[in-house]
Nanobody, 127 residues
Framework: QVQLVESGGGSVQAGGSLRLSCAAFGYSYSGYCMGWFRQAPGKEREGVAR???????RYADSVKGRFPISQDNAKNTVYLQMNSLKPEDAAMYYC?????????????????????WGQGTQVTVSS
């Protein structure tokens, strides 16, 4: 099965940038559906970004234009580039993967569509 290991979280000032990385081990996730989620204290898990094997992407309205998702297949790694960070972006960020590729074209980014999850990486944003 795919094992996902995340890195790149930290503390930044509002307006700053971070790049989150998620490396896959055990199997290549080429052809998989990949996603990024976040969860803040007292809030439900929120889908942030999703990318399919053909490059089709979907973003939450709150991050569209700020948080592009990308993959490097040679490194078996998916990225979330977070720009113009706001205090409301502070959360634990998780990457996720699923082999059921058709799920990557549904409306919305749903956690229930993903079978494999990383451990999460913390992002804090000061104002």
């Amino acid at each position: 099965q795919v094992q996902l290991v995340e890195s790149g979280g930290g503390s930044v000032q509002a307006g700053g940038s971070l790049r989150l990385s998620c490396a896959a081990f055990g199997y290549s996730y080429s052809g998989y559906c990949m996603g990024w989620f976040r969860q803040a204290p007292g809030k439900e898990r929120e889908g942030v970004a999703r990318i399919a094997s053909d490059g089709t992407t979907r973003y939450a309205d709150s991050v569209k234009g700020r948080f592009p998702i990308s993959q490097d297949n040679a490194k078996n790694t998916v990225y979330l580039q977070m720009n113009s960070l706001k205090p409301e972006d502070a959360a634990m960020y998780y990457c996720a993967a699923d082999y059921r590729r058709d799920y990557c074209y549904r409306g919305g980014i749903q956690g229930a569509d993903f079978a494999y999850w990383g451990q999460g990486t913390q992002v804090t944003v000061s104002s």
